[in-house]
């Protein structure tokens, strides 16, 4: 059984940076796995914003590619997103995600509409509030 725990988020002026960590349990060790991070602003759709597999291969929403960056230990116990030049439209509730199969990274991440990311992905954190003031 695998379990997430995301931290690192908090209250950033419009510029600045965040770094979002992501605590993986239970991960068995060589398995191929595809995690992921997601948002969810209120009164808005979740979205995705970037995924990484286990050979490193990363994928960006066009909304963050240049300013978010996506990364993994050698462990795959940890993920992390690296937030850079936050604006204020970044502000959301992040989520990590993660799921073994195959399928789950092969739509690019910003193409995943919230029922396809539920479907796609099986283990899920609680999230990390990020907010960034103008």
């Known amino acids: 059984q695998v379990q997430l725990a995301e931290s690192g988020g908090g209250s950033v002026q419009a510029g600045g940076s965040l770094r979002l960590s992501c605590a993986v349990f239970?991960?068995?060790?060589?398995?191929?796995?595809?995690m992921a991070w997601f948002r969810q602003a209120p009164g808005k759709e979740r979205e995705g914003v970037a995924s990484?597999?286990?050979?490193?291969?990363?994928n960006y929403a066009d909304s963050v590619k240049g300013r978010f960056t996506i990364s993994q230990d050698n462990a795959k116990n940890t993920l992390f997103l690296q937030m850079n030049s936050l604006k204020p439209e970044d502000t959301a509730m992040y989520y990590c995600?993660?799921?073994?199969?195959?399928?789950?990274?092969?739509?690019?991440?910003?193409?995943?509409?919230?029922?396809?990311?539920?479907?796609?992905?099986?283990?899920w954190g609680q999230g990390t509030q990020v907010t960034v003031s103008s």
């Open positions: 995600a993660a799921d073994y199969r195959f399928t789950a990274c092969m739509t690019p991440i910003q193409a995943l509409g919230p029922k396809q990311a539920s479907d796609g992905f099986g283990y």
């Open positions: 990484i597999e286990t050979d490193g291969r990363t």
């Open positions: 239970g991960y068995s060790y060589g398995t191929y796995v595809c």
